[in-house]
């Protein structure tokens, strides 16, 4: 099924966005919101075949090492607000069931909802709780959860409002909001930007997984983030935390998912470029962050 983002306009404040930096991205000032108008085919993310396009699943694969850092510094967050011995956590797009595996490591009861079909039947075989579906479902769980995570999946959904509603159906009162997503004001997204206007838009649309399927629609800061969520009742417990997005260990791999050659020499460039940024890098602000967020349930005990 191929959908497309909706006409551009902020899906904070509703106003008209602006062009900006390139034909598909948009930019809304009095926000610091940016959005893209890129086509979404979530059912053929992994049909390497057409297109020419990139296996998310190998993308997926080729990131395990340093997400399983990323998901160890949110669960261990976590575990600062939430004492109990058990606590449900849905995981809304699940991929591969690496968050789901890592929880359950640490004691927790995790179902996920994958609705790519090669995902959800890799997830499946590994004996995990998964539904093939979107979030929302089609079918309602008839449960609620602790926890509700979306991990690298906010960026790549059109209707963000549609979400954020049924996230308030799906969680428990006291329940948190977890969203792990790109950051509008990391370091690689502006060397990028500054990129695109001298000329080399490669970095740009890579952020933006123009390649992919599923590619990135929205990039938010966290303010941007916070003004959003409010509008549905959801408020920050705490500051942002920033993750890395870069490792120098398998950072080849991942850029070499691309086997043209073409893609082989910007690669080479990309690659020699970030490794003499890297001490930068791992001192700048990161281009991924996590909140976790707290609905105001005020109107719900009325």
């Given at each position: 099924?191929?959908?497309?983002?909706?006409?551009?306009?902020?899906?904070?404040?509703?106003?008209?966005?602006?062009?900006?930096?390139?034909?598909?991205?948009?930019?809304?000032?009095?926000?610091?919101?940016?959005?893209?108008?890129?086509?979404?085919?979530?059912?053929?993310?992994?049909?390497?075949?057409?297109?020419?396009?990139?296996?998310?699943?190998?993308?997926?694969?080729?990131?395990?090492?340093?997400?399983?850092?990323?998901?160890?510094?949110?669960?261990?967050?976590?575990?600062?607000?939430?004492?109990?011995?058990?606590?449900?956590?849905?995981?809304?797009?699940?991929?591969?069931?690496?968050?789901?595996?890592?929880?359950?490591?640490?004691?927790?009861?995790?179902?996920?909802?994958?609705?790519?079909?090669?995902?959800?039947?890799?997830?499946?075989?590994?004996?995990?709780?998964?539904?093939?579906?979107?979030?929302?479902?089609?079918?309602?769980?008839?449960?609620?959860?602790?926890?509700?995570?979306?991990?690298?999946?906010?960026?790549?959904?059109?209707?963000?409002?549609?979400?954020?509603?049924?996230?308030g159906t799906y969680?428990?009162?006291?329940?948190?909001?977890?969203?792990?997503?790109?950051?509008?004001?990391?370091?690689?997204?502006?060397?990028?930007?500054?990129?695109?206007?001298?000329?080399?838009?490669?970095?740009?649309?890579?952020?933006?997984?123009?390649?992919?399927?599923?590619?990135?629609?929205?990039?938010?800061?966290?303010?941007?983030?916070?003004?959003?969520?409010?509008?549905?009742?959801?408020?920050?417990?705490?500051?942002?935390?920033?993750?890395?997005?870069?490792?120098?260990?398998?950072?080849?791999?991942?850029?070499?998912?691309?086997?043209?050659?073409?893609?082989?020499?910007?690669?080479?460039?990309?690659?020699?470029?970030?490794?003499?940024?890297?001490?930068?890098?791992?001192?700048?602000e990161k281009d991924?962050?996590?909140?976790?967020?707290?609905?105001?349930?005020?109107?719900?005990?009325?």
């Amino acid at each position: 099924m191929r959908q497309h983002s909706p006409a551009m306009v902020c899906p904070i404040c509703q106003t008209a966005m602006i062009v900006k930096t390139s034909a598909f991205t948009h930019f809304c000032k009095q926000c610091d919101y940016w959005g893209a108008m890129l086509p979404v085919d979530i059912d053929g993310a992994t049909d390497d075949e057409a297109e020419g396009a990139i296996s998310d699943q190998a993308y997926i694969a080729s990131l395990e090492g340093l997400r399983v850092k990323n998901f160890k510094l949110i669960l261990a967050q976590l575990k600062q607000l939430k004492f109990e011995t058990q606590i449900s956590i849905l995981d809304v797009g699940c991929a591969s069931g690496l968050f789901m595996r890592v929880a359950q490591a640490q004691g927790y009861a995790v179902k996920g909802i994958e609705p790519n079909r090669q995902l959800f039947a890799l997830t499946q075989q590994q004996g995990l709780n998964v539904v093939h579906d979107y979030f929302p479902p089609q079918q309602p769980l008839h449960e609620k959860f602790d926890v509700i995570i979306f991990n690298d999946v906010f960026e790549h959904i059109p209707d963000v409002h549609q979400i954020l509603k049924n996230c308030g159906t799906y969680l428990k009162q006291d329940g948190l909001l977890i969203l792990n997503l790109p950051n509008a004001e990391g370091l690689i997204f502006n060397v990028s930007r500054l990129l695109t206007a001298c000329g080399w838009s490669g970095p740009w649309d890579r952020l933006w997984q123009v390649m992919f399927r599923t590619p990135h629609l929205h990039y938010f800061t966290f303010k941007s983030l916070n003004k959003l969520l409010a509008q549905h009742r959801f408020f920050a417990v705490g500051d942002k935390h920033q993750i890395a997005t870069i490792e120098l260990t398998g950072f080849w791999a991942r850029l070499a998912l691309d086997r043209s050659l073409l893609g082989f020499l910007k690669n080479c460039v990309l690659y020699l470029g970030t490794l003499c940024l890297y001490p930068a890098i791992r001192l700048a602000e990161k281009d991924t962050f996590f909140a976790l967020y707290r609905r105001d349930n005020v109107s719900d005990r009325q």
